[in-house]
């Protein structure tokens, strides 16, 4: 895994973490419902990002997608964005 996809999957476990600490500290059915909702969609939005930016090189020896737009992809994820 590269520096930048690294980066990406640890702001989404200290996401992850702070979502649920917020979630427990008034504990509740509604609190955690929303909580695994939260997590889930943060899951889907990471793993979305780190799957285009893992995309192989094609046979021809190019990539489907450059440096820059995966720098793109990152950092729309390390912010939150979709």
Do not use: F, H, Q, W
């Not at 200290?14 to 969609?41: V, W, Y």
């Not at 939005?45 to 192989?56: D, F, H, K, T, W």
């Amino acid at each position: 895994m590269n520096k930048e996809a690294k980066e990406v999957v640890e702001r989404g476990v200290e996401s992850a973490r702070l979502c649920l600490n917020s979630a427990l500290s008034t504990p509740n059915t509604k609190n955690m419902a929303n909580a695994l909702l939260l997590l889930s969609d943060e899951n889907k939005r990471l793993r979305g990002a780190l799957e285009l930016i893992a995309i192989p090189k094609r046979s021809d020896g190019t990539y489907n997608r450059c440096r820059e737009a995966c720098e793109v992809l990152a950092r729309e994820a390390l912010e939150g964005e979709k």
